[in-house]
């Protein structure tokens, strides 16, 4: 017995040195981080080097992982080298010409570099080589949406050319959907679409028919599911024929903001314009206006960015304006524009300066997370990644009791960057999607990062937060995790996401339609409302001129009164 023992434990000695011999030899070098600590000031020395080490040590570097050069091209682009990294994409589509990644890198590449026909070749071939890649997929249709014929005004086509498009637009919206009648009732969906078929001639314009198509596409109140904003309709819009008053609503009451070539004074209160009254255009203008379910606060962002233009589609196109102003007895008719381009504003008190993702401190005890952009999709979500942690270890290793998360203007973007962020914040393990379709994470629970956020939280929300920003806002909620201030969030717990774009046959019309359901597991919601701040604050007329952020001057006062 006592010799048995000891064979077994020689033998088990010899197998686990074997093994540690063995994972020793598996684990191979990084030939990303070679090239950094070694060339990376020069990338030309740089592939040198790779092949060099490629022919003389190719088992002692990690060659396989397509993931190491790609890494090092996107860090090339984060330090606005674009040359260099087309130079390491060019290797990679080499070294892996039958992989469709590489492809779409390298077409991200060229297209920061202003060569939108390279890029193009490649993003075909990454989708010839992968049909599911949405990103490459949604670059090529966006580039013919770009270059498309923007001078269709007082375009006519045959009467049975349009009908046919609306038949193909009511019936892509209701196949690709998959929730077309959760907001609206079938019949009345389709009774619309009869409606506005009822309404075309043979004298139709192109601007009359896109009119309809986005009352259309409006009626299935998905964020997803749109005309592409309303840039289709904006850009083609003769000046003469343009609202000539750039106006803000607020709480439902339409004041001047820049009144542009007109006598007309800031802050006046629009009563009526052409006898109709500002409720009834409104009204007219959100049913064009797609959103999350019946969220309005989204619908107010869209009217305001493109009153100038919404204001003539919605009166069919009239050759003057005559406007009702409170305070006077007389009605005012407006010059026409010579010229129009639009006034754009700013918060004064913004600390990031156009940057999408920034980290600031108001002092030592209060910071501000600002991410007005969450679009890190594939390879980018390093970007973002890096960026969080860089910030939480700065705001951890601070001792900030205080954080201000800005997000509003956030139109959303992968899950994962909800989750990433969400771990920082959470005080426990949490799930995020109860349901998730096109990706693998419903039921799935995540656990908070050591070095999670353990102060208070402020978010700070508008109508334009959706998709994602909606899934992040919801959790917040349902957790408890924060303190909301701002108006009611453009988005929820639901939406449609995964939109394809399309492009009508006859009249080429562009639009895109949500195609997979998400939902995050949170405990009560409001499928057809979005997410509602503790605390409501607006801007006055007063603080939008004067450009002061009335949330955050909000939030700040709430944080130096606790």
Known sequence: MKINKLILLVLTLFFINSCQTQTKKSIKKSINNAIVENTYDDIDAAIIYYTKLKKEHVEAYNFNDENELNNLGYQLINDNRIDDAIKIFELLVSEFPNSPNPY??????????????????????????????????????????????????????????????????????????????????????????????????????????????????????????????FNQEDEMLPIELRFPLEVRLINDKLYVSAPLETNVKKESEILTINAKSIEEIKEDIFRHIPSQGKIKTTKKIFLNSYFTSYIPYSLNFPKSYTITIKGKKTPIKLKQLSSYKPQSRHFSTNLCQGKNLCLDFINDNTSVLTIKNSEYYGSRFSIFKEFLDKSFNEINSKGVDNLIIDMRSNSGGPGNTGIYLLRYLAKEAFIYKKVSEGSDIAQKSFKPFESSFKGKLYFLIDGEGSSTTGHILSIVKDLKLSTIVGEELGGNHFCTGGQKRFKLTNTDVFYSVGRFTNITAVSSNSDDRGVMPDHFVTQSIQDYLNDTDTVMDYTLKLIQKK
């Open 104 to 229: 779409d890198s390298l077409g991200e590449a060229y297209l920061a570099n202003n060569n939108t026909e390279l890029a193009l070749k490649n993003y075909k071939k990454s989708l010839e080589l992968n049909p599911k890649n949405e990103n490459a997929e949604k670059i090529i249709i966006n580039s013919n949406f770009e270059n498309r014929d923007k001078n269709k005004f007082y375009k006519v086509y045959q009467k049975q050319q349009y009908l046919d498009d609306l038949d193909e637009l009511a019936n892509t919206l209701t196949t690709e959907n998959p929730h077309p009648y959760k907001f609206m009732p079938k019949e009345d969906f389709w009774h619309v679409v009869e409606e506005k078929k009822s309404s075309i001639t043979n004298n139709t314009t192109y601007s009359e028919f896109i009119w309809h198509c986005s009352e259309m596409v409006a009626n299935i109140n998905c964020v997803h599911s749109g005309l592409w904003y």
